[in-house]
């Protein structure tokens, strides 16, 4: 905490007035915290200063070369009003993971870490308690070298804002209709699609826009190569209930590793589950959505936490999973996860950080 | 030009002193020029102003999701000391294809160049005359709504900046030596390889760096499906001249459609040599080299122009091309190109824009 500086305002903003009607990601909280890196310095200038805009050379590296990483984190208010944090440390060990693929220096997890706990001690308040809602966090590193050769930047910047947010699907907890990508390709093996980077989004857009002209939620990635295996939805990790086993795509290298994933499959063999992390071609969902063994499916990331999958169109074939209602052991995980989160029920595995 | 702001600096920044020592994207010229996109009111806001700082939310999509294109152009003196641009409208028409993929809006070609033609006029005392260097122009279009939820941003900015430039590479008009890359992959099939997207370049930083650090100047990437067909170098598409034809790699969908690239098999073709856009394999490249069927390779992109490859490393393999000397072929093409966009060799395409 020594090494933060605190600038404080005199203003704070006006906070939202209902909390059921918090939309995703447009309201920002009174404060940002910042640091930035350099080779000879290493991560230096850490403070906490009024939320403002960052001012940066036109030629600076992250406006033309994409050198830039986030994650997606959300806080919550315990029964006893104490803000929760849910594994931050396997979010910042995954931004170091991001920055190295990006030839971007490793985080100082530590002190990313307590500069978020202090930022959420002064912002507390604008953590909102209905259930379903969170305060979203948005750790972010970009380059900002003003250089227009490619290369990696000296300097970077890494920032944290936060945001009050409702439910990520505008649906709430209810089935989401997903489409089959199989034009547009999201990652192969020895690109990025395993850490989060900008450009994976950006790439993303194309596709879900259309995905949601045609009434989808999102699109369901195909692997790059065959475009047979199941990758990941638009901003989830996916799972199928088959009659035998709870299924996920395996980290083949081209998938995020999500912590909302290897949470939820802890849960599921803590629940005695059989979990198979393994290739799943959208072939098999669909002959075995057919043959009645498709039970459920429900996708799993930070901003939904779980949100079921109601209907799959792949090239026009359309099935709908469980009559396209939220599955038992789809409700059971996310009342079983959020509970840990909000710190209603017993937290066994110390996911859950008081601050 | 009427729809254009023109605001003057009262302080010229100061020029460089010595065109030789002119390095690559370092110096910025004393304008920029800036234009946003809304859907209701499309393209407005035309300005040239003072070069300054660009101001944005922390939330801005760039800074997040990599929404963010730009293009690479040389301005050159003519003999008679008038500024020449090399097909500005091919780089404009490009920049409207990676927007489409990116899910930007089109770009407004006809007032961007319009822009660019005034900014040009503005700043032709920053274009150097030594032979070798040019006025390096970068238009960048960025996504800049401050929302966190992953959807294509509504506002958008578009900007021309401008840098003296030497040399692209340190070494001058000499041979590079390539790495052949097997460990990452640039760009599938479905994917943005084929758009100049940030994120594309963003991950191809740690292939490139650890390519330098064992004295190479770039990689050349292998198809992210086989890993056995050549795509194209780090910042240039690449051409083999073997006995009976030059070759170079057909357009696939992942590799950049390179405008010098279009430009030099138009020259090949009218000096009568056969030339075959097709798959071609690393192997093949290398089995042909032993036989001694590989006279020249080079490549070829707007920031060098052209530049010889001497040097070509293949899982520690490596052949040298033309005794590592810059060949006839190479030689001809550089300094036929280099004329027409200089202006000292008559321009029969059309090619070279007065301005």
Chains 1, 2 share one sequence.
């Not at 994409?66 to 849910?86: R, T, V």
């Not at 978020?116 to 590193?141: F, H, N, Q, V």
């Not at 989808?216 to 475009?227: A, N, P």
Request: glycine share 8%.
């Amino acid at each position: 905490m020594s090494n933060i500086t605190i600038t404080k305002t005199s203003e704070l903003k006006k906070k939202y007035e209902d909390a059921n009607k918090l939309v995703f990601g447009e309201m920002y909280t009174d404060y940002i915290f910042t640091m930035r890196y350099l080779p000879e310095k290493g991560w230096h200038d850490a403070q906490i200063k009024p939320y403002e805009n960052i001012s940066l050379n036109p030629a600076s590296l992250v406006f033309h070369y994409g050198q830039e990483i986030f994650e997606g984190m959300k806080a919550y208010l315990s029964p006893n009003g104490e803000p929760l944090l849910f594994r931050p440390d396997e979010n910042f060990k995954r931004m170091s993971s991001s920055a190295e693929r990006l030839k971007m220096p490793k985080l100082d997890e530590k002190l990313a870490l307590e500069g978020l706990c202090e930022l959420l001690k002064l912002e507390k308040d604008w953590i909102p308690a209905l259930e379903g809602t969170s305060l979203y966090i948005r750790p972010t590193m970009i380059a900002v070298d003003p250089y227009l050769g490619l290369k990696p930047s000296q300097e970077y910047l890494f920032f944290i804002i936060m945001s009050p947010v409702g439910a990520y699907y505008a649906t709430g907890f209810n089935p989401v209709k997903i489409y089959v990508e199989t034009k547009y390709v999201r990652a192969v093996p020895g690109g990025t699609g395993n850490v989060k980077a900008g450009g994976n989004y950006a790439a993303s857009l194309l596709a879900s826009s259309a995905a949601k002209d045609k009434g989808y939620s999102q699109v369901l990635w195909l692997d790059g190569i065959e475009r047979k295996y199941i990758e990941e939805v638009g901003a989830m990790n996916i799972f199928f209930r088959f009659n035998d086993a709870v299924v996920t795509p395996e980290l083949s290298g081209s998938i995020l590793p999500g912590i909302t994933r290897k949470s939820i499959i802890q849960l599921l063999k803590d629940d005695g589950y059989s979990v198979e992390e393994r290739h799943i071609s959208i072939q098999e969902v669909f002959d075995r959505a057919k043959k009645g063994e498709l039970l459920e499916a429900f996708g799993t990331g930070t901003a939904a936490v779980v949100s079921p999958v109601g209907i799959l169109n792949w090239n026009d074939e359309v099935i709908e999973i469980n009559e396209n209602k939220t599955g038992e052991l789809t409700l059971k995980m996310f009342k079983h996860l959020t509970g840990i989160q909000t710190g209603q029920i017993d937290d066994k595995y110390g996911w859950s950080l008081k601050i």
